[in-house]
């Protein structure tokens, strides 16, 4: 038997959510596809035909994977230790970001090895201490570049930053991190670097605007319909998770479900067993508070999730084995949302959407949901500025 579970991709809405964020960057879109593209698996094709024009990805495996798939595009990669294959990111035209004077080394010499020059983004921390080179240690890592540059091993074709609070337009750490950044592009300068891009916002700052002005929006999250701002009424959800009915059962009032019994019915009912649990990505916090869609109404999720099942409380309907129970989707048919699993599991979308296991089928489907966006391109930047703003 195939997989009773599946997770349809619905590519029309990435590239609809793609054309949207090059409309709003005018075409300054580096589409970041880290986390096996947050769970969406191969569409690096799909965001590079509607818009984006290069690829961010954390690590330099991520990076090989999308050239070994024919990507062409630019790639950077950005979160490597020291003692990762430079060498082979290098030979693959990989951009690499640098955020230490030990990561600057490795890759000078791994570039100087393979007789190829590294394309270099140096990063700098702007405010969350996180990657990037601490701001009291940058002059020093740029002047370090210079030297490397000096000697044909590193090129810096770029210098980045990454804000901690763009989400919130009126936070004031982002007037502080913007006149970091740039005094930051100002001090790579004067060291006699030449970066041509610089790039500092990500979805939220895009779509909150407080990270514009710079060469490149490196966006991830907004492909795929999340916006961390939660302001923006343009993105598509670009997933459904179903399952089929694995067995069902009628019982009587007082049954316990579930490890521990936390659930126990009050009714006689109908519960379904669903074959998917918190192995395959459904977060365990949920437990007694996660809702399916069920032959065109909303259900409850019963007792505590196992790490291969659920229980659903179908009420009056018995299932049968077979049916269809979508977990979550777009929310169009009234099925639960990525947006609502988060709610109830206390995280942010992102974690769902990259959780979910390999025993769930992937399929790539374009289905034709009205577009909620004008993917022309041409026609309206300024109003959907605008209209983000108000
Ligand atoms: C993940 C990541 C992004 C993309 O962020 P989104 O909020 O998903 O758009 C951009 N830049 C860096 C450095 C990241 O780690």
Aim: glycine share 10%; with cysteine; proline share 4%.
């Amino acid at each position: 038997m195939s997989a009773p579970s599946e997770l349809v991709v619905h590519d029309d809405a990435i590239r609809a959510n793609t054309a949207y964020f090059a409309a709003l960057t005018g075409d300054r879109l580096m589409a970041v596809l880290k986390a096996d593209a947050f769970g969406h698996g191969a569409v690096a094709a799909s965001v590079l035909a509607s818009g984006a024009t290069a690829v961010g990805v954390a690590t330099i495996d991520e990076a090989l994977a999308l050239r070994s798939a024919g990507v062409r595009a630019r790639i950077l990669t950005w979160l490597n230790p020291p003692d990762a294959d430079f060498a082979a990111a290098v030979l693959a035209d990989v951009d690499v970001a640098v955020s230490s004077p030990a990561v600057l080394h490795a890759v000078g010499l791994a570039a100087l090895a393979v007789r190829q020059r590294a394309r270099v983004h140096l990063h700098v921390d702007v405010g969350m201490a996180r990657d990037g080179s601490p701001a009291e240690a940058w002059p020093s890592l740029c002047a370090l570049a210079r030297v490397s540059e000096a000697l044909g091993a590193v090129g810096v074709v770029g210098v980045m930053g990454h804000m901690s609070c763009a989400d919130r337009a009126d936070h004031p750490q982002n007037a502080r991190e913007r006149l970091l950044f740039r005094n930051a592009v100002r001090t790579a300068r004067r060291s006699g670097l030449t970066p041509s891009v610089t790039h500092l916002a990500a979805t939220a700052a895009t779509i909150t605007g407080v990270g514009d002005g710079f060469d490149l929006h490196r966006i991830g999250a907004g492909l795929f319909g999340i916006d961390p701002s939660g302001t923006s009424t343009a993105l598509r959800p670009a997933l459904s998770l179903t399952t089929q009915v694995a067995a069902a059962r009628q019982v009587e009032p007082g049954t316990g479900v579930g490890y521990g019994l936390d659930h126990v019915v009050d009714r006689r009912t109908n519960l379904a067993l669903l074959p998917i649990g918190y192995g395959d990505g459904l977060p365990r916090a949920a437990s007694e508070r996660a809702e399916v869609l069920v032959r065109g109404r909303r259900r409850p999720l019963v007792g505590r999730f196992s790490m291969d099942m659920v229980v659903v409380d179908t009420g009056d309907d018995r299932l049968d084995a077979g049916e269809t129970v979508t977990v979550f989707g777009p929310g169009a048919a009234g099925e639960p949302t990525v947006a609502e699993w988060a709610a109830w599991s206390d995280t942010i979308e992102h974690e769902i959407v990259t959780r979910i296991g390999t025993r769930v089928a992937r399929v790539h489907r374009t289905t034709s949901v009205e577009r909620a966006v004008d993917t022309d391109r041409t026609v309206d930047t300024e109003r959907i500025r605008e209209a983000l703003r108000a």
